[in-house]
């Protein structure tokens, strides 16, 4: 166990992006407010609003797309679009987890966000048991100015009765982490956009997110429901017909693989973090086996887009490829491979997964890697994306696995964690769920 840092006596936490999955709907609105204007939302801004106030986010996007209207106007004319939304925030994985898990153990919280404390109050509502969860709940309009200035975290400590050393702070933008230290807090941030931890050097902590928080760090009650180095997650469910890829995994390092297309799945897997996650696949004509899996984040995006890397599916004599190359070109596949061996294809066949458990955050892999395995595909099969080496270096600076036998050696034992915890009561009941069997 981590020996605590400081003695922490209370937590502050934003809200939109750090509990609540509000960049899909703020996504969805700025589409059809844009789309009104003749331009396209693309995302590719979204660093510049993620943290801010609403009239400052407004005022980027405005001056982004040179829009023919102020940011007043803009504000005041999509308010309306963004509150008929608020009832389809889901919470981000982990954030009912840990609001219960403070809550139980009376851990004083509060909830400190750039958002006018009308929006907030409306966007908790649909959560059950939040509100009345914090001890102090305070809006940007509150204080004279929001983040990245420290006043609302300061405010928030003041009613709390607390020091400011004694205040954990999770949040996920840049201007949380500056209003956060300045306030002299320790602060933990789960980026919004993924790969940018050298943007966050001033937060204490940078995790992938809710589900890796380690509270005893803190001083703080440790979460006690994870098993056997697993965590139990509500199940999700995702399948369809095995697909022919590249064969990139058998050709550069002696793997077959199994591709399954998740087209249809992207709204649910955006959801879900990257990381490692096992459960069982079902192949219609063969049977149930043991899986795990492997969500990341598209880098010919720049990490903008969440794809699913790779759902692993082990073989009994191989090891899995923890990335899948056709995310190169924005398609999202799994490469499946299953813990049993097989003596043929089974191309076109009905492949199912259910998603039991969490095991870890993704990691990545150093730029030897990169350069065998995604360099020969991206040059042979999409040089229309990338004439000059300029975004490759980019892509390749995303990782840092220190050799293919580090990698392998992990892909070991996130196979051992798997096969033992899918024997537990608690994930082998899932074997039978029906939605295996299925075809």
Known sequence: MSVAKKLIRCVILDLDGTLLNTDGIVGNVLKVMLGKYGKEWDGR???KIIGTTPFEAAAAVVQDYQLPCSAIEFLSEISPLFSDQWCNIKALPGANRLVKHLKSHGVPMALASNSPRESIEAKISYHDGWKNSFSVII???????????PEIFLEAARRLNMEPSSCLVIEDSLPGVTAGKTAEMEVVVVPSLPK????????DEVINSLLDLRLEKWGLPPFEDWVEGTLPVDPWYIGGPVVKGFGRGSKVLGIPTANLSTEGYSDLLSEYPAGVYFGWAGLSARGVFKMVMSIGWNPYFNNKE???VSALLYTSSYNYLPMNFHIIYAFLFQEPWLLHDFNEDFYGEELRLVIVGYIRPEVQLNEYFFSIIFLPVILVLSPIYFSSFTKIGH???QVNFSSLESLVAKIHEDRRVAERALDLPLYSSFKNDSYLRSS
């Open 139 to 149: 809006g940007g309009d509150e204080v004279r100015t929001g983040k990245p200035s």
């Open 395 to 397: 892509c390749a600076q």
């Open 196 to 203: 940018q931890s050298h943007l966050y050097t001033a937060a």
């Open 45 to 47: 801004e979204a660093q």
């Open 306 to 308: 969440k794809a699913i």
